[in-house]
């Protein structure tokens, strides 16, 4: 069983977050395919075919808990971790099979509690803070300027996440090899249209 798990926190307070893309984009997709979450004690799930859906109920430092505890209950051969990332322009998307946590204490939780960096990442790019402090930034929400190229940007990860599910790591990442200068393309367009609203 493949498992996505969407990076964030629990509660209203927190829902437009950028730390909480994750949720987010799991909870688009969720609807997508007609689907609704189940509640554990550590997260809330849903499942789909040989897929199963994963919003931790932990808080993101404690995301591995939740990971760990979905692990003894379902079967999972492989995990792809949906995770906001401030080195990345509002909307930029990077995959990767494994890799280090940038920083990023809900990867480390999971990391720690698995004791492997062997599983994907998928990234999605919330912007940077700048001189704004990192924690005040990514439990900020998107802006009103961000609001076209986060929808942009959900309904691109949908689409490559659905190849993810039909098929597998590979024919996702060649679906982004094909598509990215298009999607790119409408972000910078996207861009230029909020510039010249801010400079009007």
Do not use: C
Not at 25 to 40: C, H, I
Not at 69 to 87: H, M, N
Not at 139 to 145: G, Q, V, Y
């Amino acid at each position: 069983m493949k498992l996505i798990v969407g990076l964030g926190n629990p509660g209203g307070k927190y829902e437009k977050n950028r730390h909480n893309i994750g949720f987010l984009l799991l909870d688009q997709l969720a609807e997508s395919l007609g689907l609704t979450f189940k509640k554990k004690i550590n997260y809330y799930y849903a499942s789909y075919k040989d897929v199963l859906l994963l919003k931790p109920r932990t808080y993101m430092n404690r995301s591995g808990k939740a990971v760990a505890s979905a692990k003894t209950s379902f079967r999972i051969d492989e995990i792809l971790v949906v995770v906001d990332d401030i080195y990345l322009e509002m909307g930029d998307i990077r995959m990767r099979r494994k890799g280090g946590f940038g920083g990023h204490n809900g990867l480390k939780s999971i990391g720690a509690e698995l004791g492997s960096q062997e599983f994907g990442r998928f990234r999605i790019g919330v912007g940077e803070p700048g001189q704004e402090d990192l924690a005040n930034f990514v439990l900020s929400n998107f802006s009103s300027s961000d609001t076209k190229n986060l929808k942009h940007s959900l309904d691109y990860s949908e689409e490559l996440l659905d190849k993810y599910i039909k098929y597998d790591f590979d024919r996702m990442i060649d679906h982004y090899s094909r598509t990215k200068k298009s999607y790119s393309e409408r972000l910078t367009s996207q861009d230029l249209t909020r510039k010249k609203e801010e400079n009007a």
